[in-house]
């Protein structure tokens, strides 16, 4: 129980992905059915509006006839989805997941929505991908969802509503399900995108009715059989499985006129005329959604299963339904004939749960844990269910499959169970800090630490696995809320010296520390870090988990570097990796938001801030960590200063410090204070920018260099506004120090362009140029422009004197300085876009329509279009690629 499980592609994982899979197409039917021609116009002509329901009880023929037009659809070339919903689909995640795969399988490029089985992703990030997806596509579509009613919880019926209601008009949505589902129904029709088809228009008309049991349309006993059945399509089945069997000459009896009660006989019947080896096998395999023919041999014991599921299937073609997928078949029972066969089943209790433990265990071995919990609780097996659990591999399982897997997990687990396993508990832990509860997560770990001695008392006899795991999570939620400390390498270590022969941990150290280097500037070591983490990951077989999120850390450090080229062509090789089978899409929010960074450290363009922000709302509450919140938000800071002034800059800073204290990350703090005492002092708030500048760390062993970067920059600007020149300069010199040995280019040019200004002020004009030269010198390579522009008309003029005198290189670069300088607006132009107007434009770019610009901003589609009215009359264009190219140039 104490040994660690690597995840690797395996057997077992294939088998998972084949489980998935299957549910992805309408099950075969065996025998001839009649077409549902009623049922299928309707559909045709439901399809005008965004939504159809199809309601109706088991055995009311939803499957067969939307089966039936999945059919027709695929033949008329329209792109039909497929997608039987499982219960154990409940977590939203997962639903959208199965959502995208289904669309994927249908022939629609999903893009990022299709993100590999690795981590975790934001729901409003996954449903934009798969709408943005689906309005790049040109052609009609339509996805149905059988089984609507396994999954309808409140978090899926949100994303459903939210789905409905943002759909492209040339995509249909069908869920089929044996209830009325909660969403919003009566909203959605009365804006007339719904259409129901319930259970009345889901009777066998006379017509088919006849067609279905190959009598003559004027058969004496139709009207009979009609008035017993009520057109119910599966009682109608029965009685022709029934006659066929008892002969025509057999009358049905009578009946208290309720249908269920003739079509609860003629299950009864149908599997009494069965032999007795077709009755015990369908009764020992009633419990199971899918039946695998190796499912079936474990839990029976027996080498038959596969044979005997085709037989019975030829003997009952439409109660037994068959699926597969590569080349793999699995057999569904009907409902109505599942339920009749679990009743026999419950009558032997001790040989019902032998098959829910034997289920349990193999399904257990094929990765699909959240199905093998339910049938040890099925079973009422606690002590194997706490056995099994008490030894989860729940890091490997989050590695491979992702938070929602841990969720569906814990939905399944009795709370009794959770409340017993201290492991268990650190897996709903790491789930809830995935959804962005990071002070919640934390508390809840440390109390788990202090109920079990420090992680070392576990119950189910893990303690050496349950120390580990609790020491790592540890280290890892430290890092994430509190940043960089001196003693991270000392965690680091306690955690490496609990996993000698566990290489999975090794590289959770060093991706660890690939951080905490990142966030102190240390850059050489992080580089370093990488290709340690690099050789673990492909040493464990799972490079290919790894890699992309090592590419991020490639970009961040180059980007950190100040090496934007290298930064921008590893974004940009990261981009490129969507097409090859999937990205998740934090990682491509991390490529093009270090893109966008780039272009206004080089451009100074508001368009590039957007673009920021587009790629900084992609992440979720949980995937964002100091070094997205540190690139992004003084770009986005800066630029709400340019359009708005000092109130729209510190509303922004206000708003994030809200969100950010509520998820309970502490180590963006000092950041945002230093961006608001930079912004209050060039609002002319001296002494406000000063109390908050005077109370901010600087130590270089703690702080990260991003921040710490803002911190001098603050204190340097303070004190030259106080006329403290000198405490000014040795700041600026401190900037320029710790960028020249950290290799922080960046910062060394700031730290040039603020001396040039102190030494300014001075009066000392030789080395003031000597300092603004310097800082040309070292950023005209990499095209850097923004730490000159930034400063404004103060710098301007002492680069118009250095201009002559500056090689040719570093002379245009210079001129570049000055164009930019000259352009920058004093305040905002009428016509400038403002900053609604710029949000929608550079979500344009992203390729989004209004419909789904409005879903992301919270606005109505109306409101998008005024607002698009307004853009391309001050950018004097006429359409969207004219308008996403003129504010490019801004």
Known sequence: MNEVVEPRETEPTGARERASRRRLRPPVQRAHLAERAL?????????????????????????????????????????????????????????????????????????DAMRPKTGDSPLAIMLDAILLQLDRDPRPIVLII???????????????????????????????????????????????????????????????????????????????????????????????????????????????????????????????????????????????????????????????????????????PTLVQRTEYEGEPAWRLHPLLSDYAQARLSRSPDHAARLHRRAADWLWRQQRYAASVRHYDLAGDRATMVETLGGIPFISIFLAYGAGELRAILRETPPEVLEALPRLQLMAALAHFKAGHFGEASNWLHRIGQSTGGFLDDPSGCGK???????????????????????????????????????????????????????????????????????????????????????????????????????????????????????????????????????????????????????????????????????????????????????????LIAELRTRLDNQGLLCVGDLLKALEAIYRLRGGGIDGAEAIARTLPVDADHVPWRTRDLVLQARVLVDLARGRVAAAGDGARTMIEEGRTGERLVTMVKGYVLLALVRDRLGDEAGADEAMAAAVHHAFAEEILSPFVEEGSPVRVVVERILGAAPPLEQQHAETILRALKAKPQYLSPDALNERESEIVAHLADGASNKLIARRLGLTENTIKFHLKKVYAKLGVSSRKGAVARAQEK
């Not at 899926?156 to 949505?173: F, G, K």
């Open 39 to 111: 049922v299928l116009r309707s559909l045709d002509v439901a399809r005008a509006g965004k939504l159809t329901i199809v309601v109706g009880p088991r055995g009311y023929g939803k499957s067969t006839a939307l089966g039936q037009w999945w059919h027709r659809l695929s033949a008329q070339g329209i792109a039909a989805a497929w997608y039987t919903a499982s219960d154990l689909d409940r977590e939203p995640d997962v639903f959208l997941e199965m959502i995208a795969r289904a669309l994927s399988a249908a022939g629609i490029e999903m893009g």
């Open 146 to 316: 059988d089984d609507f009613d396994r999954v309808d919880h409140p978090g899926v019926a949100r994303l459903v509503e939210e789905m409905a209601d943002a759909l492209p008009d040339r995509v249909h949505l069908v869920l089929a399900t044996r209830r009325k589902p909660s969403l919003a129904v009566s909203v959605l029709r009365t804006q007339g995108i719904v259409r129901i088809i319930d259970p009345a228009e889901l009777r066998l008309s006379d017509a088919e009715l006849a067609a279905a049991l190959g009598l003559p349309a004027d058969a004496p006993e139709l009207a009979a059989i009609a008035e017993q059945t009520e057109g119910w399509p599966v009682a109608v089945q029965l009685y022709r499985l029934w006659r066929g069997r008892m002969g025509d000459s057999v009358r049905m009896p009578r009946f208290s006129g309720q249908v269920d009660e003739v079509a609860d006989y003629l299950a009864e019947q149908v599997f009494g005329m069965l032999p007795e080896h077709f009755q015990t096998l369908l009764t020992d395999l009633a419990p199971f959604d899918y039946v695998e023919a190796s499912l079936a041999d474990h839990v029976r014991d027996r080498r038959d299963s596969a044979a005997l599921l085709e037989e019975v299937e030829a003997e009952l």
């Open 465 to 651: 696995q349950l120390e580990l795991e609790g020491r790592a999570l540890d280290l890892l939620f430290e890092c994430y809320i509190n940043g960089t400390k001196p003693t991270r390498e000392a965690e680091v270590e306690a955690v490496r010296a609990l996993a000698p022969d566990a290489p999975l941990f090794w590289a959770w150290c060093e991706n660890t520390m690939i951080v905490m280097y990142q966030m102190r500037g240390d850059l050489h070591a992080a580089r370093q870090s990488v290709i340690r983490t690099r050789d673990t990951y492909q040493a464990l077989g799972i490079l290919p988990f790894a890699e992309q999120h090592l590419m991020t850390h490639d970009v961040l450090v180059a980007f950190a570097h100040g090496s934007l080229r290298a930064a921008s062509e590893f974004a940009a090789a990261t981009l490129r990796r969507r097409g090859t089978g999937g990205i998740e899409p934090t990682v491509t929010a991390t490529a093009r938001m270090a893109i966008a960074a780039i272009d206004y450290l080089r451009h100074y363009r508001e368009s590039a801030a957007d673009l920021v922000r587009v790629a900084f709302d992609q992440f979720g509450a949980g995937e964002a960590w100091y070094d997205q919140y540190a690139i992004s938000w003084p770009v986005i800071a800066d630029v709400a200063w340019r359009r708005s002034g000092l109130p729209a800059a510190l509303r």
